[in-house]
Nanobody, 126 residues
């Protein structure tokens, strides 16, 4: 059974930082692509960042240079370091996992992750 459990969300002021974590179980960590996307109720999903099985990373233009995705292969944990946060980053953030080995940048915004966590709320105040 696949489980993705996010943590690390919270409320910060603009310019602040947060680090999200996603603990994964039930997947073949070494062969899966992992990522983060955000979605508010009633709004479209927006892919934020992804890291493939080889550790290659891609980012949405809106977060490039501010967010960093990484993973700890020994602990099966995915991270998203978010710096220079803006009010428009406010959203529910979800961890995603997929057995595909590679994700093209152009489909990151709408990539249909096979598995997702329950989400963690990030709120950035002006």
């Amino acid at each position: 059974q696949v489980q993705l459990v996010e943590s690390g969300g919270g409320s910060v002021q603009a310019g602040g930082s947060l680090r999200l974590s996603c603990a994964a179980s039930g997947i073949t960590w070494s062969s899966y692509s992992m990522g983060w996307f955000r979605q508010a109720p009633g709004k479209e999903r927006e892919g934020v960042a992804a890291i493939d099985a080889d550790g290659n990373t891609i980012y949405a233009d809106s977060v490039k240079g501010r967010f960093t995705i990484s993973k700890d292969n020994a602990k099966n944990i995915l991270y998203l370091q978010m710096n220079s946060l803006k009010p428009e980053d406010t959203d529910m953030y979800y961890c995603g996992a997929d057995p595909t080995a590679y994700i093209a940048t152009k489909i990151l915004p709408i990539f249909p992750w096979a598995y997702r966590g329950q989400g963690t709320q990030v709120t950035v105040s002006a």
